[in-house]
């Protein structure tokens, strides 16, 4: 004799039993080690709620037993890193950026730290990794305005730069007039090998280096204040005026940029972020000045 079937267990709820047909719906429990489980990630839940920050308040939020936080864990992390920085921060601040410059471990460390300070502090102008924009220099390069000396680069962050470049045209309160800042525009295209009207170029030079008074600035030869001359006597690095005989252009190189330059002039400022700071509501500390004065040194390719 065929054993009898094993009845099937239902919940008891059932449909559609007028036809002889019930839909009835079955009870299939869940597998007891996902039921023991999900009990214990409820257990695991509350305890975490008496040990640790979990539920939100009007005034805040449950803080836990452990009074622990992950701002406070961030803070402790921050105190351990600058105690294990504390011994090389304070060799580097005794030190001057040559002496530091001569020790490979040292430099490297500060290079490290200066990178850090370039990111959040000077990269907003200058571009990440010094890479620069109108109107601020590029510094992977090495044309510089005022000198690419790691000490002349510390000059320019603690103390700040100021460069200006009057304006020449009689509208914009200059002492020429149109046709004589074309003159000077041909003539500073000349310099740089673009092309230009000759004949123009010849009466700007006159007045470049005579009633202009350019050369006063950007030498003889409008090389530039760091390297230029005027009658023989080199002319002072402070000034800060460019090499005009270069492709390095720090408005832009095309005849409009150039004109627009003459006639209305341009004025140029790197805060000082040390001395007589003048930044952008953070002053930097003096050793932080010494690591990103090594950083931006090297970026343009500086041999220490």
């Known amino acids: 004799m065929a054993?009898?079937?094993?009845?099937?267990?239902t919940t008891g709820h059932q449909w559609d039993d007028d036809e002889g047909y019930p839909l009835k719906e079955y009870n299939n429990p869940l597998p007891k080690w996902w039921l023991y489980t999900f009990y214990a990630t409820i257990v695991w839940a509350v305890i975490y709620w008496v040990f640790f920050p979990a539920w939100p308040t009007l005034s805040g939020f449950t803080k836990g037993t452990l009074g622990w936080s992950q701002y406070?864990?961030?803070?402790?992390?921050?105190?351990?890193?600058?105690?294990?920085?504390?011994?090389?921060?304070?060799?580097?601040?005794?030190?001057?950026?040559?002496?530091?410059?001569?020790?490979p471990r040292l430099l490297q460390y500060a290079i490290s730290g200066g990178k850090a300070v370039f990111g959040d502090n000077c990269a907003p102008c200058h571009g990440s990794g010094g890479i620069g924009a109108k109107g601020f220099p590029t510094l992977v390069d090495d044309d510089w305005l005022y000198g690419g000396s790691l000490a002349?680069?510390?000059?320019?962050?603690?103390?700040?730069?100021?460069?200006?470049?009057?304006?020449?045209?009689e509208a914009h309160d200059g002492s020429f007039n149109t046709a004589q800042v074309e003159n000077l525009t041909d003539y500073v295209l000349s310099l740089s090998n673009q092309p230009h009207d000759a004949a123009q170029a010849f009466k700007g030079k006159a007045l470049f280096n005579g009633e202009a008074g350019c050369n006063g600035c950007h030498g003889d030869l409008g090389n530039g204040s760091l390297k230029g001359t005027m009658e023989g006597e080199a002319l002072e690095a402070s000034v800060g005026a460019p090499n005009?005989?270069?492709?390095?252009?720090?408005?832009?190189?095309?005849?409009?940029?150039?004109?627009?330059?003459?006639?209305?002039?341009?004025?140029?400022?790197?805060?000082?972020?040390?001395?007589?700071?003048?930044?952008?509501?953070?002053?930097?500390?003096?050793?932080?000045?010494?690591?990103v004065s090594l950083y931006v040194h090297t970026l343009s390719g500086g041999s220490f």
């Open 3 to 9: 054993d009898e079937k094993k009845p099937v267990e």
């Open 72 to 103: 406070k864990q961030l803070d402790e992390e921050i105190a351990t890193a600058k105690a294990a920085q504390k011994p090389f921060d304070d060799q580097l601040a005794k030190m001057s950026l040559k002496e530091i410059s001569q020790d």
């Open 152 to 169: 002349a680069i510390h000059e320019t962050i603690d103390s700040g730069r100021t460069g200006a470049m009057p304006a020449h045209l």
């Open 244 to 291: 005009l005989t270069d492709g390095i252009w720090l408005y832009g190189g095309s005849r409009k940029a150039i004109n627009q330059s003459i006639a209305k002039g341009r004025n140029g400022k790197m805060p000082a972020w040390g001395s007589g700071f003048e930044g952008f509501g953070r002053k930097l500390d003096p050793l932080s000045i010494k690591e």
